[in-house]
């Protein structure tokens, strides 16, 4: 089975790869450039995609993956949220850092609740006629500096939350079985990053949707 996969993102198709090789299904990057609405929630900006894309596809029965993503910063209100492309390209991480440079405590649990953020995704999978959608959300945190290292967009800079022994996110602050030690996505290699990204958990969840596609 091969899904086409329609981003402007190698990160994205990578990590979509490496978690759909699993099941033995091919991701192609399907490159079409869209034009993303202007919009408050990442679903409409995903569904548009899905319809304009439709038409371009090299099949008509082909699979068509889109998933869009954000970072949502509570400080700031959510900020950069759906605007997160434009902003990672004008102000990159290092504007994120300078906005909240003033959030800081010597307490770490204090402080990392001061510069907590979440990563979101929507992934909607499209096949004759029919779409599921659906939602990964990575709690955690804004680190004081960025790391250099593997990853893209954001990684540098998004501590995760530690996860439990089921693999659910835990309340900052609080020691998991699992756990990057403080280390953003960026710091950790792609694999690790699986246990807890977004994009990982959308996918999931597309996949136990799948058989509503018939
Ligand atoms: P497409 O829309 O073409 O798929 P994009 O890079 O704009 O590519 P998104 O809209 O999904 O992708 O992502 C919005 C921004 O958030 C973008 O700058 C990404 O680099 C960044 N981002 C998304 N997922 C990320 C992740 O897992 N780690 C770090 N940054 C991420």
Known sequence: MT?????TNSGKVAEARHYFAEYGVTVEQFEFEAVEPQAEDLETVAL????????????SDDMLLVEDAGLFVD??????????????????VHGI?????????DDPIQDGNLRKAEFRAVA???KDG??????????GRIAHEAVTGDGFGFDPIFIPADLDEDGDSLPIGTIGAKSTHGMPFGGITLEEKQHY??????????????????
Request: charged share 15%; hydrophobic share 40%; proline share 5%.
């Open 124 to 126: 909607v999978l499209y």
């Open 197 to 214: 990204s977004h994009r990982h958990r959308a996918l999931e969840s597309l996949l136990s949707n799948l058989d509503r596609l018939g």
């Open 75 to 92: 400080s700031l209100n959510g900020f950069p949220g759906v605007y997160s492309s434009y902003v990672l390209n004008t102000l990159d």
């Open 97 to 105: 850092l300078k906005l909240m440079n003033h959030l800081k405590s």
């Open 130 to 139: 029919q779409t599921i959608v659906s939602e990964g959300v990575c709690p």
């Open 3 to 7: 899904i086409w996969f329609m981003t």
């Open 48 to 59: 548009s995609k899905v319809e304009q894309a439709i038409p371009h596809l090299p099949n």
